[in-house]
């Protein structure tokens, strides 16, 4: 996308700054990029950011070379043609077609179209727009095989099932935000969603969803993909907080989910006790990972509870709270926090970890832009939002004022940051 400047260089000077950055790029990985091999997983830190650059570089000069008149190609035409590109994906997704596509070889569209049960020339236009967009590469006529991102989706169940999330489950609720607006003005209650509106439901959409096995399932696989892809998301909140500090305490970790943050954590300090909270069957797939593992099993628990609802776990060292706040109004926040208060002792902490806010024009466009599709997806899902750490603070000060800040814990490219609360009374 490439965000708005005033004085934005010229094309040649984007042109100059891509291949400077290409080449540093370039000397990083073994081998440049290709539709079939992707070569730049497990980049470093420092490369990743060299990667963002290229990202944000090459967007601004794709978005100045779109302009901003006509149909073909304009700014405003990508966007509004984008549900076009989701919904080949979408197919694809509907009709497992990347699974029925040899990992190693080609198949016939009639073949392939025979084997996903779908008509044939309608299988060749869908296909052969998504080879577009790299899904998919046609090497002879009338022939599929894989791109390395359609092999994905045939490996990969996480990526398929998240596919399967954004697309099918929580996306929907896009077309319904303005009537959402309409019906419920003002409103941060969580069942006032684009996507309870979509559903025609009184639920909130997590709620919601808990009714379906197979959404929930691909909601859980879509956390974990997201987690992993964070560029090690989950090894940054190991390394975001010092943990050390707790010596042989117990940690709680609050909508823990399949324990995704904490397994890392717990891995690298094995001496911690975590108990990981979530709605009942939210943590399945977690709890049969951890049972098969002797070292987590030895310190990891699982425990249903809604963190609405007291604290059962009392005086436990530290309650982690990480990317769940921004699901929640102030009011339903105030609420959580004060259920804690009966079963905290006095230095206990409560560390609530989530995507760090960043100052728009201090950071890659590419981040700014992922920070403000989380804000869209929480608005659209659950009336949620993005809060910045004064707002997160004003929430703690509402709920009592014996939650004091001690310190943010943020890292050079972290998405994440984590705010450490310590209980005063
Ligand atoms: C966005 S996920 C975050 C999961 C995990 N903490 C992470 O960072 O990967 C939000 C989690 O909150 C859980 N959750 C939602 N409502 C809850 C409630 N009332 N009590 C406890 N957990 C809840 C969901 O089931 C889900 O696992």
Redesign the pocket.
């Known amino acids: 996308m490439g965000s708005v400047r005033h004085n934005s260089p010229t094309l040649v000077e984007l042109a100059e700054e891509i291949l400077k950055i290409a080449k540093t790029l370039q000397g990083a990985v073994p081998k440049s990029p290709t539709f079939f091999e992707d070569t730049l997983s497990g980049l470093s830190a420092n490369d990743d950011s060299v990667r963002k650059q290229l990202i944000d570089a090459t967007e601004t000069l794709n978005a100045l070379a779109r302009g901003a008149n006509g149909f073909n190609f304009s700014r405003i035409s990508r966007i509004i043609l984008s549900p076009y590109d989701a919904m080949s994906l979408r197919v694809i997704y509907h009709f497992r077609i990347a699974q029925n596509v040899p990992l190693d070889n080609s198949i016939s569209f009639n073949n392939l179209a025979k084997a996903c049960n779908v008509e044939e020339k309608l299988l060749t236009r869908l296909l052969r727009h998504a080879m577009v967009l790299h899904l998919f590469h046609e090497p002879k006529e009338g022939y599929v095989s894989h791109t390395v991102d359609s092999r994905l989706l045939a490996t990969d169940s996480d990526v398929f099932d998240s596919v399967g999330c954004y697309l099918e489950d929580m996306g929907v609720g896009c077309q319904n935000i303005a009537k959402a607006m309409e019906k419920w003005p003002g409103s941060d209650e969580r069942n006032h969603s684009a996507c309870s509106y979509t559903y025609d439901t009184d639920l909130p959409f997590?709620a919601y969803l808990q009714q379906f096995p197979e959404r929930k399932k691909r909601f859980s696989s879509m956390?974990r993909w997201v987690?992993e892809s964070q560029a090690g998301s989950q090894t940054q909140i190991t390394a975001l907080y010092p943990w050390q500090e707790l010596v042989n305490g117990t940690v709680v970790?609050?909508?823990?989910?399949n324990g995704?943050?904490i397994i890392p954590v717990a891995r690298a300090y094995p001496s911690l006790k975590f108990i990981v909270?979530?709605?009942p069957g939210?943590s399945e797939q977690g709890i049969k990972a951890v049972t098969a593992d002797t070292q987590l099993k030895a310190s990891i628990e699982f425990m249903a509870?809604?963190?609405?609802l007291e604290q059962p776990v009392k005086d436990a060292d530290a309650y982690l709270i990480?990317?769940?706040i921004t699901?929640w109004s102030d009011k339903d926040l105030v609420n959580i926090f004060r259920q804690l208060v009966p079963a905290l002792k006095p230095g206990a902490r409560l560390l609530v970890c989530d995507r760090k806010w960043q100052a728009l024009g201090t950071d890659s466009d590419v981040d700014v832009l992922e920070h403000r599709r989380v804000d869209m997806i929480v608005l659209v899902n659950t009336n949620g939002r993005v809060r910045t750490l004064d707002e997160i603070l004003k929430v703690f000060e509402l709920a009592d004022m014996s939650f004091k800040f001690k310190e943010l814990h943020t890292a050079n490219g972290s998405p994440f940051m984590v705010c450490e609360m310590v209980w005063e009374p």
């Open positions: 997590y956390m987690g970790d609050m909508g823990g989910g995704q943050v909270q979530d709605l939210a509870h809604d963190f609405r990480c990317q769940c699901n």
